[in-house]
C-alpha cells in the first residue's frame, strides 16, 4: 500500500504544479472586472481564483519596467495629482516614458469607478514596477500554497518606438531582466502584438514560451502571420470572435495552442473551451468556475 500512496501522491503533485497540461484559464490584467487592472490588487484576485496572471508591460523615463496596459493614464479610472478626474485629452499628455517612476507612482488608477466595469471594486492603486509586483504575489501565492503563472506582454509597436521606450531592443532586454532576476521565466509566457518584440524573445530566449497575439479572422490570415514572424509561436491567441473550430483545429495541426481574448460571460467561454482551444483571457476570473 505504501509504494502505490507514493505514486498517487507523486501524479497529484506533478498535475498540480503543471496546470499548462489543462485548459488555460487567464485573467486579463488580473481581471479587471473585478479589480482595477494591472494592479497588485487585481493580481492577487486572479491568484484567489487559481488564474494565470496577465499584465502589460511600459517603461518609464527612468528605463524601469512598469505594469501598464496604456502609455499615458486613462481618464476612465485614473485621476490628476489633486484626486481629481482628467479629460481624455489630459490624462494621455501623461506619458509614462516622460515621467520618472516617482512621478508614475504618485497617480491613483484605482479609486475612481471603471465606467466599463461596473462590477470592479474601487480603492487607491498606482500602477506598479514589474519587480515590486512580482515579488507581492510570489509571497502571497506563497501563502496560500499556489504556484503562479504568468502571461506578459511587451506592449511595443513602430509608432511607439521612441515615444514609449528609449529602444525595443532595451525594452525587452530589461523586461526579460527583470524576469529573470526573480526566477519566473519558467513559468512566464511572453505575449505581443508586435512581431518585432517576439523575434527578439525567441532569439536572444529561445526556451521562452511565446504567444502572438494577432486579429486574425481565418486561417489564412494566422498562417500569414505566423510565416511572417519567422517561427512557429508556442501560442496564438486572437480575438475570441474571430475564433472557429477550423482555425483551432489548423493550428493544433501545427502544435500551437490557441487562447483568445476577451471573452467576457460564461456563455462566450464555454463556446471557445467547447471549440477546443487551450485556454482563454478574460476580465472576469471568477466566472471560471461555472465552465464545464
Partial sequence: MKPVFLISAFILLVSCS????????????GGRGLMPENTIASQKTAIDYG?????????????????????????????????????????????LYDMPYDSVAQYDCGSKPHPDFPQQKNLPAHKPLLSVLIDSVEAYAKEKGHINHYNIEIKSSPKADGKHYSRLEAFVDSAMAVIERKGIAERTIIQSFDERALKKVHEKWPQMEVAYLDWAKDTAEAQTYINALGFKPDIFSPNFRYVTETLIRQLHELDIKVIPWTPNTV???????????DGVITDYPNLFVNLE
Avoid at 267 to 277: H, R, S, T
Wanted: net charge neutral; with cysteine; hydrophobic share 30%.
Fill in 267 to 277: 456563455e462566450e467561454m464555454q463556446k471557445i473551451k467547447d471549440m477546443g482551444a
Fill in 18 to 29: 503543471n496546470p499548462k497540461t489543462h485548459f488555460d484559464e487567464q485573467a486579463h490584467r
Fill in 51 to 95: 488564474a494565470t496572471l496577465e499584465m502589460d508591460l511600459q517603461m518609464s523615463k527612468d528605463k524601469k519596467i512598469v505594469v501598464s496596459h496604456d502609455a499615458y493614464f486613462s481618464s476612465k479610472f485614473c485621476l490628476d495629482l489633486n484626486g481629481k478626474p482628467m479629460t481624455k485629452e489630459e490624462g494621455r499628455s501623461r506619458l
